[in-house]
């Protein structure tokens, strides 16, 4: 019988973390005399009660491990568990929000897709503000660096979060678990601070900086205005675009970057794929536009950098509205929102990898159209794939593509336009941010779509944030009797 007490040990023990972070937002209300201090203090004590008693009462299971199927239990597990408890300020305090709006604003957070049903995000108290942020940071890498940060604990490798998060270390570049955990917290938070200080040089107030830093290395997309990223263009647009796609890196490269080995990035065949096809995508787009519209070089060549950058990443901010420019660029940038940012990430969607084996299976194939007698090997940047991980790929691909067929169509059938539901779609299992439509509000808001349309949305961050497989797994009975 499977025993589930390490996978409420760490349930518990996330959400009592949850509800001491809930102290920040309560203490910036409080210091500016705002009463919405009140919800996050109630919200911060039932989570740390709830997450005390959980953790408390199977503290027993220390010594017991967790095996694969608890890995991946418990990775499906946080990001709906701990949304529930993130969205209890949004409900019992501003902006007052009903249980499906405060769920789907705390999942959309925590997924960092950066879909927003809030409006009037310039008059919302400040600590709800940081607590969007908040839930983003932890969303993008915290909740995952933190499980792995325990999991020695529990005498387990820990490796199987990585494979369900998505995560590829590209080689055992350190003997333990809790090295890698601590090393990626390390270049994570340097990396927010990097980004914090470097938009307060660039003219960005102290707030919005914090904000904006803590969403931008999650590649989350919360702003503190209902403007977003077009609040701040100009030079703050180019600081962003560096940060995003430093957050869209390997973070495993990163952490040998800053252990002396910069080799290993620069040589990381996923790497240059990614920052070649960003280069391609912008180099279209601008053409395009250049030839369309008006205006100077300069300005399309930094609005299109910054908005293909955010999409590419799974950021989400915006600087224009992306579907004004054109259905070729509209196009261009919904594609680049599939690819997604590398494996190893804080980015989603697909994945620079997968796309990679997927190329270079279909060449394989092509060329053994033209002599079958011929073996060859499957190679990316010179090393051999296994037939396993092309397979994972190839299953990968038709699982993502049906979800996405399939929520596109159920949210076309709750009322959506045509546009509204296939971006909804794309947007929710990309884990991007901004949808396009009539429905969508001019701040990019969805709080016009139906309660149906909201929770189909809600699947599909869900799903896409777990990578798809690693959800539906769990409903095949050979699974949990293996």
């Given at each position: 019988m499977l025993d589930l007490r390490p996978v409420i040990y760490l349930v518990g023990l996330l959400t009592f973390t949850l509800g001491a972070l809930m102290l920040l937002p309560m203490a910036l209300d409080l210091s500016r005399g705002d009463p919405n201090w009140r919800g996050f203090a109630l919200s911060g004590f039932a989570s740390l009660l709830v997450g005390g008693l959980l953790a408390g009462a199977t503290r027993n299971s220390l010594g017991v491990g967790l095996g694969r199927r608890q890995s991946f239990l418990l990775a499906s597990s946080l990001w709906l568990v701990l949304p529930a408890f993130a969205s209890v300020p949004f409900m019992i305090g501003a902006p007052q929000a009903s249980w499906t709006d405060a769920y789907f604003e705390a999942i959309s957070g925590m997924t960092t897709t950066g879909t927003t049903v809030f409006v009037g995000l310039d008059d919302m108290p400040r600590g709800v503000?940081?607590?969007?942020?908040?839930?983003?940071?932890?969303?993008?890498?915290?909740?995952?660096?933190?499980?792995?940060?325990?999991?020695?604990?529990?005498?387990?490798?820990?490796?199987?979060h990585f494979q369900s998060e998505g995560f590829d270390t590209l080689g055992k570049i350190m003997p333990r678990v809790y090295d890698i955990s601590r090393a990626l917290l390390q270049v994570y938070l340097a990396l927010t601070l990097a980004a914090i200080i470097a938009y307060m040089a660039f003219g960005m107030g102290g707030f919005d900086a914090l904000n904006h830093g803590l969403t931008t290395v999650a590649t989350g997309g919360f702003s503190t205005t209902d403007q977003s990223f077009a609040a701040f263009t100009g030079p703050l647009e180019y600081v962003s675009v560096l940060f995003m796609v430093l957050a869209g890196l390997p973070f495993i490269r990163l952490i040998q970057l800053m252990g002396g080995q910069p080799t290993a990035l620069l040589q990381d065949v996923q790497v240059r794929a990614f920052l070649r096809w960003i280069a391609?995508?912008?180099?279209?787009?601008?053409?395009?536009?250049?030839?369309?519209?008006?205006?100077?070089?300069?300005?399309?060549?930094?609005?299109?950098?910054?908005?293909?950058?955010?999409?590419?990443?799974?950021?989400?901010?915006?600087?224009?509205?992306?579907?004004?420019?054109?259905?070729?660029?509209?196009?261009?940038?919904?594609?680049?929102?599939?690819?997604?940012?590398?494996?190893?990430?804080?980015?989603?969607?697909?994945?620079?990898?997968?796309?990679?084996?997927?190329?270079?299976?279909?060449?394989?194939?092509?060329?053994?159209?033209?002599?079958?007698?011929?073996?060859?090997?499957?190679?990316?940047?010179?090393?051999?794939?296994?037939?396993?991980?092309?397979?994972?790929?190839?299953?990968?691909?038709?699982?993502?593509?049906?979800?996405?067929?399939?929520?596109?169509?159920?949210?076309?059938?709750?009322?959506?336009?045509?546009?509204?539901?296939?971006?909804?779609?794309?947007?929710?299992?990309?884990?991007?941010?901004?949808?396009?439509?009539?429905?969508?509000?001019?701040?990019?808001?969805?709080d016009q779509f139906s309660t149906v349309a909201k929770w189909l949305m809600m699947l599909g961050m869900y799903l896409g944030r777990l990578e798809v497989l690693a959800v539906l797994v769990l409903f095949f009975p050979r699974f949990w009797r293996s």
């Open positions: 503000l940081l607590w969007r942020s908040i839930l983003q940071w932890l969303g993008g890498l915290g909740i995952v660096v933190v499980a792995l940060v325990f999991l020695p604990v529990l005498r387990v490798g820990g490796m199987q391609y995508a912008v180099g279209v787009i601008v053409l395009y536009r250049f030839a369309t519209e008006e205006g100077t070089l300069l300005d399309i060549l930094r609005g299109t950098l910054f908005n293909v950058v955010t999409l590419f990443t799974g950021t989400g901010y915006g600087s224009e509205d992306v579907s004004a420019w054109g259905d070729f660029p509209l196009m261009v940038v919904m594609l680049v929102g599939f690819i997604g940012a590398c494996t190893a990430s804080t980015g989603c969607s697909l994945k620079v990898f997968r796309f990679l084996v997927l190329f270079e299976a279909i060449k394989l194939r092509m060329r053994q159209l033209g002599s079958p007698h011929q073996v060859v090997a499957l190679r990316l940047g010179g090393k051999r794939l296994e037939e396993d991980v092309v397979s994972s790929v190839i299953v990968m691909f038709t699982a993502f593509a049906g979800i996405f067929a399939l929520l596109a169509a159920a949210l076309a059938l709750s009322g959506l336009d045509t546009r509204t539901a296939l971006t909804a779609a794309w947007t929710a299992i990309c884990n991007v941010g901004p949808a396009f439509g009539p429905e969508v509000g001019p701040t990019g808001a969805v």
